[in-house]
């Protein structure tokens, strides 16, 4: 089984800085594209950044300039700092990971459980 797990998060003033991390476990066979998606209440789930397995990253232009993602392949996690923080970048933020596990062919893409963000004015 695999499993995402988030940490991170957290209440900030605006123009503050935050950074969420993630960590993939299990039984897995590779890991390709891993990012960092959001939802805020009646809105439909948007990606916020994502990064290759070779580091090629693509952020949502809300976010480019203010957040970075990062990620380490020898230990299957990804990390996205968050700065120049607005209040709407307040959302529910979730992992995502395309993967293969072992023992199959199939790439998947799995979620973690997601963790909140919410920024003060």
């Known amino acids: 089984q695999v499993q995402l797990v988030e940490s991170g998060g957290g209440l900030v003033q605006a123009g503050g800085s935050l950074r969420l991390s993630c960590a993939a476990s299990?039984?897995?066979?590779?890991?390709?594209?891993m990012g960092w998606y959001r939802q805020a209440p009646g809105k439909q789930r948007e990606l916020v950044a994502s990064?290759?397995?070779?580091?090629?990253?693509n952020y949502a232009d809300s976010v480019k300039g203010r957040f970075t993602i990062s990620r380490d392949n020898a230990k299957n996690t990804v990390d996205l700092r968050m700065s120049s923080l607005k209040p709407e970048d307040t959302s529910y933020y979730y992992c995502?990971?395309?993967?293969?596990?072992?023992?199959?062919?199939?790439?998947?893409?799995?979620w973690g459980q997601g963790t909140q963000v919410t920024v003060s004015s």
């Open positions: 995502n990971a395309e993967l293969v596990a072992a023992g199959t062919f199939l790439k998947i893409k799995y």
């Open positions: 299990g039984s897995i066979f590779r890991i390709d594209t």
């Open positions: 990064i290759t397995n070779v580091g090629s990253t």
